[in-house]
């Protein structure tokens, strides 16, 4: 893929992306300020509401130009209409341009996997605590991403075994053990 | 007893700094500091919200004096790497790589440590002193500021950092209320009404400061540079610290007004609240090299470039001070985070901090000096080694920076969903990252929210609800043109410092 191509998908994931987070920030705040005027008390909704009624409109002018609604269809579709070279201009609201996570697929799968290990690791985290979790997520982390055992396997104990010295002996701090206190 | 004077409050830091114990403890800081201040993700902020947890069982003033010390560490550490490998440790040193890399590719690295190594311990005493002249000034200041004048104040801090930081001022100011929106999660302070708890227990209590700082600083760099996949550098076994070193430090001296000047922009873009370093720092750079009859020599390894950016870089913590101590306002991400560490202790910055615990200021006074000096002296001495640690692949490093967050996001208040809590604001600053929203904004909301918030609240009472109040001082007067300006400069002009990052 050339380039040009590139960075114009590049920047088509990079709309999807900011539209479909715009959408939702819009949606939650909708339903903040709604849940807010139910309470009673003017000192209890006021603030919320003088600063979540300009957020919306906030929010409204960055998803359109995030989307760029001359052309809605582009927010469906991988098709970009007019000239690809236009899409690698610098946006019309001053941002840069600087190395972007979207512009290259093995990046994004890359942040997806770590994303997944850390709901991994704040799963266990909850139910088995910090002494197990540690080592096996640094072990199991490390060698996903790496692929060498011995490395993993040495930077994980060594790591677990110095956090266990600092915090928990020397710095006599409590740590969770987890739902079912292992 | 507390101190009367600053002096006195001096008098018991320097106590408390001769101990040996405490005195060992400000230089594994310092060396902390200088080592994270190398390895991007770990500098500023992330550094501070690693290190709070280790500081729980610590006597508060040994607290404030180690993460004082951090701080003054991770400046340097970061303008090693901007010299040496072309890659800043931390935001602030981003200035420095355009004259000190050029620098080191002529074999005059030596000479870049040395002027960075001297103008930033110089210029970290600039800013000091400037705070301490400003205290007597300060402590007057502070009678003028009401509820009225502190809501105003805090909006003004809030607008002006959604401006300057990086990306574009829409961004910038959702990034602010979204942090506005989430302080105002949980139990109100003046009603005792639940707001927004989602039907959570643990949400009763709100959005605290660290697991948020932590996980939009610390996880989401974390995902980012895993996504990234970066080694910091691949060069570092070529490195080799050639030129001389007292030439770079003779070199402070020879340009001793470019140092100066460059440091009092520091200091004033520092008492700016939510501005930060890396403003300060690309503002004394294109100053000199503008003012310089000579400017086409700058970006080609000049040493005032490197003078110019370390000098306001370290100067601009002792300006950022003057907000954060006086009113408990912070000046930067790194401040906010001090201010954090402070509410942990049971410390409460702003006017009851500077009339009844004004020996922690002098704490925090004398560690930014020591560390400035201690920085300086171990960062020449160790330089090589501290670069090696930007070979570390980022597999071994973020996962062990992630548990270290999580751990101290837990540690706050020993609750385990300060961990989820962390987790969602990692994954909120990864996209923030990524659609390239600022993320400064949004924890100085979160700071600022029940500052702003309740000094709203508190107003209106004093005024039995007539909203004259927030026009009828010279001071709010004031606070509101800046607020007004500070919205509406930026849509007449379309200078901004971010456009130079």
């Keep these: ?182 | 007893m507390p101190a009367a004077t600053i002096f006195e409050a001096f008098g018991i830091a320097i106590t408390t700094l001769s101990h040996p114990y405490v005195l060992l403890t400000i230089v594994l800081a310092t060396i902390l500091g200088l080592f994270m201040g190398v390895i991007p993700g770990l500098g500023g902020p992330t550094a501070l919200a690693l290190l709070i947890p280790l500081t729980f069982n610590m006597d508060s003033r040994i607290a404030l004096m180690v993460l004082a010390a951090a701080t003054g560490g991770t400046a340097f550490g970061g303008s090693l790497t901007a010299i040496l490998i072309n890659t800043p440790g931390t935001a602030p040193n981003a200035a420095t790589l355009l004259d000190g890399y050029p620098m080191t590719k002529q074999g005059r690295a030596g000479e870049a440590i040395g002027a960075s190594a001297i103008a930033s311990a110089m210029g970290a005493i600039f800013g000091i002193v400037i705070l301490i002249l400003s205290m007597p000034i300060l402590l007057q200041a502070i009678l003028w500021f009401g509820p009225a004048e502190i809501f105003l104040l805090g909006l003004w801090g809030l607008s002006i950092v959604s401006i300057v930081v990086k990306g574009n001022v829409t961004k910038g100011l959702i990034s602010a209320a979204l942090g506005l929106l989430f302080a105002m999660h949980g139990i109100s302070g003046i009603t005792a009404q639940m707001r927004w708890t989602y039907g959570l227990t643990f949400m009763q209590d709100g959005v605290k400061l660290i697991p948020p700082i932590v996980g939009l600083f610390a996880v989401a760099e974390m995902i980012d540079l895993m996504a990234k996949n970066t080694t910091i550098s691949n060069e570092t076994d070529n490195v080799e610290i050639e030129g001389k070193v007292l030439d770079g430090v003779r070199s402070v001296f020879i340009h001793k007004w470019i140092f100066l000047r460059s440091a009092l922009i520091g200091t004033l873009v520092g008492i700016i609240p939510g501005v930060g370093g890396t403003a300060a720092n690309y503002i004394a750079y294109f100053t000199t090299s503008q003012s310089a009859s000579d400017s086409e020599n700058f970006g080609k390894g000049d040493i005032r470039g490197v003078i110019s950016s370390e000098a306001s870089n370290d100067a601009k913590d002792g300006g950022s001070l003057i907000p954060t101590l006086g009113f408990g306002i912070p000046g930067s991400a790194t401040t906010a985070i001090l201010l954090g560490a402070f509410v942990l202790h049971g410390i409460t910055p702003g006017p009851v901090l500077m009339q009844e615990n004004l020996d922690i200021v002098g704490v925090i006074i004398v560690a930014l000096v020591v560390a400035n000096i201690l920085t300086s002296l171990i960062g020449l001495m160790l330089t090589k080694r501290i670069v090696t640690l930007t070979n570390i692949d980022i597999v071994y490093v973020a996962p062990v920076v992630i548990i270290l967050s999580l751990f101290g996001s837990f540690a706050v208040q020993n609750n385990v969903f300060n961990i989820f809590i962390t987790l969602f604001f990692g994954l909120l600053g990864f996209l923030m990252i990524t659609i390239k929203m600022a993320r400064v904004p949004m924890i100085l909301g979160i700071v600022l929210g029940p500052i702003v918030e309740n000094n709203f609240w508190r107003a209106l009472q004093l005024s039995s609800g007539d909203p004259v109040i927030f026009v009828s001082s010279p001071v709010s007067i004031v606070l509101l043109f800046l607020l007004v300006a500070s919205l509406i400069v930026p849509k007449l002009d379309r200078f901004s410092p971010g456009e130079y990052q």
């Design chain 1, 1 to 182: 893929m050339s380039d040009t191509a590139e960075a114009g998908e590049s920047r088509s994931r990079e709309r999807r992306l900011s539209g479909l987070l715009y959408v939702t920030l819009f949606t939650w705040i909708v339903i903040l300020l709604w849940q807010a005027l139910q309470w009673g008390n003017p000192e209890d909704w006021l603030f919320p509401v003088i600063v979540g009624v300009p957020l919306l409109g906030l929010i409204a002018i960055q998803f359109i130009r995030a989307v760029r609604l001359r052309h809605p269809e582009s927010l469906f579709s991988n098709r970009e209409h007019g000239d690809a070279s236009t899409l690698s201009a610098e946006a019309p609201d001053g941002d840069e341009q600087p190395k972007s996570v979207l512009r290259d697929p093995d990046a994004w799968d890359r942040a997806l996997m770590t994303i997944g290990w850390l709901v991994v690791l704040s799963v266990l985290l909850y139910y088995v605590g910090f002494v197990i979790t540690t080592p096996l997520f640094l072990i199991l982390f490390i060698y996903s991403f790496s692929r060498d055992p011995s490395r993993s396997v040495l930077v994980g104990t060594g790591t677990s075994i110095a956090m266990y010295l600092i915090f928990i002996e020397i710095l006599d701090m409590v740590i969770w053990r987890g739902v079912w206190h292992i």
